[in-house]
């Protein structure tokens, strides 16, 4: 019995299991594996989210955003009001139109040059508001993934019903039952 013993506890004991330990050189722990690119995925996740992460702001930034938000819409208002004013009024909308006629070229062109940069400006930025969302959004998705292996480990039978059923199948309670058929 002593012998026995001792060949396991040199096999088995103090904690250690040298026969996975030595397994594990020839070939990769899969739950170790799997907590390694958790890890990896995460810090990648959060290292890229903090890159867009952006501090509280005060209230002259809080402001120059309000200022930056006016010309989208005072130029669709604008527009609408010209298009308004062009049927109250034809004689004095007519009489501006004459005076844009009077413009120079070089002077829309510059126009045009501001406006497609302040909205090329402004498309940029939005687009990469949204890669910081999707950073974030991606960023749950370990959490999400876990979140749904536990609830079907609590009751394969939810996991596999299937919630069309809720609509299709009878009900047994016959007051529900009764008033579904009065109600068509």
């Not at 004095?92 to 005076?99: D, E, K, L, T, V």
């Not at 930025?125 to 959004?137: C, D, L, M, N, P």
């Not at 047994?172 to 008033?179: I, P, S, V």
Request: glycine share 10%.
């Amino acid at each position: 019995m002593g012998l026995i013993e001792r060949v396991f506890t040199l096999i088995f004991g103090g904690g250690r299991n040298v026969l996975a330990e030595t397994a594990e050189v020839f070939r990769e722990n899969a739950e170790a594996g799997a907590v390694r690119t958790i890890a990896l995925q995460t810090q990648a996740l959060t290292q890229h989210g903090a890159e867009f992460s952006h501090p509280q702001k005060g209230g002259f930034d809080r402001f120059m955003d309000g200022i930056n938000r006016l010309p989208r819409p005072m130029l669709a208002f604008g527009t609408l009001g010209l298009f308004v004013t062009a049927m109250v009024d034809p004689i004095w909308f007519a009489s501006r139109m004459q005076g844009l006629v009077l413009v120079p070229e070089p002077l829309w062109w510059l126009l045009g040059a501001i406006v497609s940069f302040y909205f090329g400006a402004r498309h940029q930025f939005k687009g990469q508001e949204f890669q910081r969302s999707i950073a974030q959004t991606m960023a749950l998705v370990p959490q999400v993934v876990e979140n749904i292996r536990a609830l079907n480990a609590l009751s394969p039978k939810v996991a596999s019903y299937n919630m069309g059923d809720l609509v299709t199948k009878p009900n047994d309670n016959a007051a529900l039952t009764e008033w579904w058929m009065g109600s068509r």
